[in-house]
T-cell receptor, first 117, second 113 residues
Framework: ETGVTQSPTHLIKTRGQQVTLRCSSQ?????VSWYQQALGQGPQFIFQ???????GRGNFPPRFSGLQFPNYSSELNVNALELDDSALYLC????????????????FGPGTRLTVL | LAKTTQPISMDSYEGQEVNITCSHN???????ITWYQQFPSQGPRFIIQ???TKVTNEVASLFIPADRKSSTLSLPRVSLSDTAVYYC??????????????FGAGTRLAVHP
């Protein structure tokens, strides 16, 4: 069973640019969530996708957008990058509704470290 | 989701038992308590979850008193590899991870030789 993978591992961009981060969910998972983790802080929820539809969003501006594809892989897009967007971006997948599994258990990837200069 | 309060950091030595307490005074009736562990440069990893009393698995134990306003994560006989940040989360139970997770700042545990 393959776990959650993310690409790229590291990325350096300049202010004002756009970036796309990618995530492959764990096999059998149809729900993906994205989190932003600034240095020394806990992860902050950006949004969640379930079966290609956004079904929850945290306190992030519209320039943070996402997609989920039919194979349940996902992208996080950030436009007009700002210096404060520098962070570790985490993707987490989960089985979604149905079946028996642990409540509130999400499976995280290793993250993409984004640096905005 | 209920706000949680936990110590910023803790230190321990190899072989000792470590107890990390989390306060969640505003926990709701349908809220569960979940703990995650995060190593440097990795994503968080689910450790344990409970609703009341005691839960034990191969990694840790979770103690929850009757009023559920706090919980204690217990790590038996820690090793250097247990050095990590531990997050206490409180929120409604949605099966399949169909829920946003609200992380605080966590507790940074350092295990020394």
């Amino acid at each position: 069973e393959t776990g959650v993978t993310q690409s790229p591992t590291h990325l350096i961009k300049t202010r004002g640019q756009q970036v796309t981060l990618r995530c492959s969910s764990q096999s059998g998972h149809n729900t993906v969530s994205w989190y932003q983790q600034a240095l020394g802080q806990g992860p902050q929820f950006i949004f969640q996708y379930y079966r290609e539809e956004e079904n929850g969003r945290g306190n992030f501006p519209p320039r943070f957008s996402g997609l989920q594809f039919p194979n349940y892989s996902s992208e996080l897009n950030v436009n007009a990058l700002e210096l404060d967007d520098s962070a570790l971006y985490l993707c987490a997948s989960s089985p979604g509704t149905g079946g028996s599994f642990t409540y509130n258990e999400q499976f995280f990837g290793p993250g993409t470290r984004l640096t905005v200069l | 989701l209920a706000k949680t309060t936990q110590p910023i950091s803790m230190d321990s030595y190899e072989g000792q038992e470590v107890n990390i307490t989390c306060s969640h005074n505003n926990i709701a009736t349908n809220d569960y308590i979940t703990w995650y562990q995060q190593f440097p440069s990795q994503g968080p990893r689910f450790i344990i979850q409970g609703y009341k009393t005691k839960v034990t698995n191969e990694v840790a134990s979770l103690f929850i008193p009757a009023d559920r306003k706090s919980s204690t994560l217990s790590l038996p006989r820690v090793s250097l590899s247990d050095t990590a940040v531990y997050y206490c989360l409180v929120g409604a139970a949605f099966s399949g991870g169909y829920n946003k997770l609200i992380f605080g700042a966590g507790t940074r545990l350092a295990v020394h030789p």
